[in-house]
C-alpha cells in the first residue's frame, strides 16, 4: 500500500503479506481448502518465563517450535487477541489460529452479557479484535470471549461478526450452557 501527496510524490508505504484459504463445516467435518483437518490445538496466553507479559519475537519463535515439534497445529489465543508478531509467525508457520475477543468477566459471570449498559463495551472488544487481524489467513474462527455467560451482549457480538467476515468459523463456549 502507498500514499501519495497531491503532486504524486511517495510520502508513506507499508506492505503486507497475504494468503487465502477456505475454511467450512460440512457433515460435521473441519475443511480447510476442501481437506479435512483434524485440529490437535494448545491455549496459550502471552507469557515469558523470564519476562513475563513482556513476550519477544525469539519467545514466540520458541513457542512455534515446541508447538511444531510435539504436531500441534492450532492455538487458542487464550484470553484476548496477540501481539501482530504472533499472527505474523502463524501465517508463516502454517499454525492455525482461534482468536479470542477480550471479553472475560470470570465474577459476573452471565450478568455483564446481559446488562444493555455493557453492549458496547463487548462490541468494541469484538470489533477491535476482527479488524486488527482480519487479514490474517492463520485465523481460522473467532471467539466471543472466555467464560462469561451467554446474553444479547454475546449475540449482539456474534451478529456483527456474521455480517463483516462469512469467511471464518465463531465460536463461543458460553452459548452452550
Known amino acids: 500500500l502507498c500514499l ?3 503532486l504524486g510524490n511517495e510520502t508513506e508505504w507499508t506492505s503486507s503479506k497475504v494468503g487465502f484459504r477456505r475454511v467450512e ?3 460435521r467435518e473441519l475443511l480447510i481448502n476442501a481437506r ?3 485440529i490437535q490445538g494448545v491455549n496459550r496466553h502471552e507469557h515469558d518465563p523470564l519476562n513475563g507479559k513482556t513476550v519477544s519475537r525469539k519467545s514466540m519463535l520458541e513457542d512455534i517450535r515446541l508447538m511444531k515439534q510435539y504436531n500441534f497445529n492450532a492455538v487458542r489465543c487464550a484470553h484476548y487477541p496477540n501481539d501482530p508478531h504472533w499472527y505474523e509467525l502463524c501465517d508463516e508457520y502454517g499454525i492455525y489460529v ?3 475477543a477480550n471479553i472475560e468477566t470470570h465474577h459476573y459471570y452471565g450478568r455483564l452479557c446481559r446488562e444493555p449498559q455493557w453492549a458496547s463495551a463487548f462490541l468494541d472488544r469484538t470489533r477491535r479484535m476482527v479488524e486488527t487481524n482480519k487479514n490474517h489467513p492463520c485465523i481460522i474462527m473467532w ?3 472466555n467464560e462469561s455467560g451467554y446474553g444479547p451482549n ?5 451478529g456483527w461478526i456474521r ?3 462469512s469467511s471464518r468459523l465463531l465460536h463461543y463456549e458460553g ?3
Request: charged letters at 30%; glycine letters at 4%; one cysteine or more.
Open 143 to 145: 471467539s466471543l470471549g
Open 175 to 177: 452459548a452452550l450452557r
Open 4 to 6: 501519495f501527496d497531491p
Open 98 to 100: 482461534v482468536d479470542e
Open 154 to 158: 454475546h449475540a449482539a457480538c456474534a
Open 163 to 165: 455480517e463483516r467476515d
Open 36 to 38: 479435512p483437518v483434524l
Open 25 to 27: 463445516i460440512k457433515n
